[in-house]
């Protein structure tokens, strides 16, 4: 049964309608990329609640696809419906849904022009959860362009024996998007046989990672929360001897900030499985803190009440918007 149609609690622009400094600050970080592409940054950095503070909040439901249906959206089967991310995404003000075709496709007719859109391109099923995963690309930056989004989105596998393939497909990817005037969200998330579990969030490879999506041309790149683990021996050596501080995670999140082009890209954070609120909220103020530019939140918030989600997603805006310590 289709959900009721929300209104969007702020427009694709800034409260009082003009560019903010900060906004602009930040598209002067993309010098080589069109009017276009800039016009489509800003609105994703333009819309919800966090508009014009250069704060980032976004719903991202591809875990039907990634995970499977019962495991994302039994605990709230109104998840099922891919008109109740739409709906929830507008209600609590995110910045931007992104899901992958089949969800884009079910409603962005109904929701044209009420929040933008990022397409995720690429999907990876569980099926065969192979050690050194790779994506299929399932979707097209023309599919994007159709539906109206504002980017495209890909993940990569770091520490993978297929990331070469990966890096391959999103260079022709990006470079057919930009032409277009699209922006490009990276999702990067080591994974591989020669990378421990515990590497997987460990902050040299969490750090390497982000450097990785953003020599890739990333407009924004999303990884994972770095933990205290460092992977690597060479690195560790470094860690130590340069005496980086990585003690606290608002330290961590500094550092991958600066690993990105030194804070010259757009970093956000992935909220990861579902986990207690006040966990979820000193995460919050930690990349608050860390110079983070914001969350993409899925599975915490979608497989929550909604009323539940928006009060939810809402706290979380306080806080990166300085409403809330």
């Known amino acids: 049964m289709a959900t009721t149609k929300a209104v969007p609690a702020a427009g694709l622009f800034s409260q009082s309608g003009r560019m903010t400094e900060r906004v602009r600050e930040i598209l002067s970080w993309y010098e080589s990329d069109s009017p276009g592409t800039k016009t489509n940054i800003a609105r994703l950095l333009n819309s919800g609640r966090l508009a014009g503070t250069g704060k980032l909040v976004i719903l991202p439901v591809d875990q039907g696809f ?27 003000g995110c910045n931007a ?78 470079r057919e998007a930009k032409s277009h005037g ?58 130590e001897s340069a005496k980086v501080p990585i003690g606290t995670l608002a330290e961590r999140v500094h550092h991958v900030i600066q690993s990105s082009f030194n804070g010259r890209r757009i970093v956000i954070f992935s909220g990861g499985a579902k986990a207690a609120d006040d966990a979820v909220f000193d995460e919050a103020r930690a990349i608050r803190d860390g110079g983070g530019f914001g969350s993409i939140i899925g599975r915490n918030s979608f497989q929550r009440p909604r009323a539940d989600a928006v009060k939810f997603l809402n706290t979380i805006m306080g806080i990166y918007g300085g409403d809330i310590k």
């Not at 998840?79 to 209600?91: S, T, V």
């Not at 992104?98 to 409603?107: D, K, M, Q, S, Y």
């Open 97 to 174: 849904y992104a899901a992958p075709l089949g969800f884009l496709e079910a409603g962005a007719g109904r929701h044209a022009g009420e929040i933008p859109l990022i397409l995720k391109l690429n999907n990876h099923d569980t099926l065969h959860d192979e050690k050194d995963p790779l994506s299929s690309v399932t979707g097209s930056v023309q599919d994007a362009l159709r539906l109206g989004c504002v980017a495209i989105g890909f993940t990569i596998y770091p520490g993978s024996s297929a990331s070469r393939i990966m890096y391959e497909e999103l260079r022709e990817l990006a």
């Open 182 to 239: 699209l922006a490009v969200v990276v999702w990067s998330y080591p994974r591989g046989t020669d990378i421990s579990k515990a590497g997987e969030t460990g902050i040299d490879v969490v750090a390497y990672a982000a450097q990785i999506a953003a020599q890739l041309g990333a407009h924004v790149i999303k990884v994972k929360l770095p933990s205290d683990h460092i992977e690597q021996d060479a690195a560790r050596k470094v860690y």
């Open 66 to 92: 990634e995970h499977g249906p019962a495991r994302s959206f039994a605990v709230n089967p109104a998840g099922y419906d891919p008109d109740y991310h739409f709906d929830l995404a507008l209600e609590a």
